[in-house]
């Protein structure tokens, strides 16, 4: 649940609508974005006053979906910052994640306000037998650094389904409504926000979690089942309708014909995740936490949840459906699904919601090591934001990085002090800084 703030918003003719306004008169504010979507086309159409008054950096455009056709307000491209951090435009600066870690070609927001990604692997396979594969370009050096990478892999593909639904985002408001059921919810809205070339991953994810109140599991399989008819049926023997698997996973099974990924919620659905040997090794090699849940270690309070690439096997239409997982990525999450890398950054997400704080979880995608960035930011001290650093060694190498990230701290937040928590020495985090009651840039 994103427990973000909807702030007045006023139109180019001097029509002004709240959050509730857009909701109670529904009508009404879709009749202003029609009106203003035709005359002004998105320039200057709309305003954000979380800030109080007008600001040139909080003007919203107007988008029409293709799909369904209906209206909505979208923030400009790199203008997410400039908005208060509990209003429901704001987004983090793009260089505090891995997303600064991509070509600008790799993710373009498009005039309809949803997000193109250009994905490393296609969700259509090309059968055609007279046709060989492309040959591979030689390995080369790796692109290191930011704005290196030219395309998005499936751990990538990952974070940003996670970033987009505001799933590493939380706030005090949202303790104990986080269940699996709004968390589906909040996937399959960012589904219909992000597409890959001819596909919205609305159109090819199928989703699996359990402990979901029965109507949130009877709307998550019937979606499933109409996903996997639709891409079963429109696979011919030139192209295959590949899928995407998003769920939560609570470990692997040996079986008579080989391994399945236990995805929670799939038995009911009569649905099976196979996958080979080679796969599930690299897996874990790739990913830790995927190690962990395959030796029955995760840490207390460390769950799992995964986004495989998948094709479909079979889809009889009484039986189970077959699907073969071809890659895939594990992410390690709290009991309130923020993303963490390790057992400290695992501690430090608990106490931070314990302590009723307001922070954010920058997340990784396909960013090159060297490139730097914290490990959570709080969004209740400022403005500015504040980084949080854990520490969790205490050897020379990591020394040595440890200084380079606190020398970019005192470049990227200049005015923010680092809050620091050495693991490898002090057993809790120490006193946060005090909260603000509002952050509202001045």
Not at 31 to 49: D, I, N, Q, S, Y
Not at 129 to 154: H, L, V, Y
């Amino acid at each position: 649940m994103s427990d973000r703030t909807s702030y007045d918003v006023r139109f180019a003719d001097g029509q002004v609508f709240s959050g509730s306004d857009r909701k109670v008169k529904s009508a009404a504010f879709t009749g202003a974005m029609v009106e203003h979507h035709g005359r002004v086309k998105g320039e200057g159409a709309v305003f954000c006053l979380c800030q109080g008054a007008d600001v040139t950096n909080t003007k919203l455009y107007i988008s029409r979906r293709e799909k369904g056709g209906t209206y909505h307000l979208g923030r400009y491209p790199n203008t997410g910052p400039a908005h208060t951090t509990d209003c429901e435009f704001w987004e983090l600066p793009r260089e505090t994640s891995g997303l600064d870690g991509y070509d600008i070609s790799v993710v373009q927001t498009l005039d309809d306000g949803t997000l193109k990604v250009k994905l490393r692997r296609p969700l259509r396979q090309n059968l055609q037998p007279n046709e060989a594969p492309a040959t591979p370009p030689p390995a080369g050096t790796p692109a290191t650094g930011r704005r290196s990478q030219t395309a998005m892999t499936t751990r990538g593909a990952l974070d940003l389904l996670w970033q987009t639904a505001d799933l590493n985002h939380w706030r005090p408001g949202m303790a104990g409504k986080r269940h699996s059921g709004v968390v589906h919810y909040h996937l399959v809205l960012a589904a219909r926000k992000v597409k890959a070339s001819r596909d919205l991953i609305d159109d090819v994810a199928v989703f699996g979690f359990n402990d979901m109140p029965k109507p949130h599991y009877a709307d998550m399989a019937r979606r499933n089942a109409r996903v996997l008819d639709n891409r079963h049926a429109e696979s011919t023997p030139k192209e295959r309708r590949l899928i995407l698997v998003i769920g939560t996973i609570s470990g692997v099974k040996e079986t008579v014909t080989g391994y399945r990924i236990v995805v929670d919620g799939f038995a009911h659905q009569r649905l099976n995740l196979e996958v080979s040997l080679k796969l599930l090794d690299g897996l874990s090699r790739m990913f830790p936490v995927f190690g962990r849940l395959r030796a029955g270690t995760l840490f207390p309070g460390e769950r799992a949840v995964g986004l495989f690439h998948a094709r479909i096997e079979e889809r009889p239409k009484d039986g189970w459906t077959r699907l073969e997982a071809d890659a895939g990525a594990v992410m390690a999450i709290s009991e309130q699904w923020i993303p963490v890398e390790s057992a400290y950054e695992l501690t430090m997400a608990q106490f931070l919601v314990e302590q009723q704080r307001s922070f954010v979880k920058p997340l990784r995608y396909d960013a090159t090591e060297d490139v730097l960035f914290p490990d959570f930011l709080l969004t209740d001290c400022g403005p500015p934001l504040l980084p949080v650093e854990v520490w969790g060694r205490d050897d020379a190498d990591y020394d040595a990085r440890r200084l380079t990230k606190i020398e970019q701290y005192k470049e990227l937040y200049p005015d923010a002090p680092l809050y620091e928590w050495d693991a490898s020495r002090d057993d809790k985090p120490p006193a946060l800084p005090p909260k603000r009651l509002r952050n509202v840039r001045p």
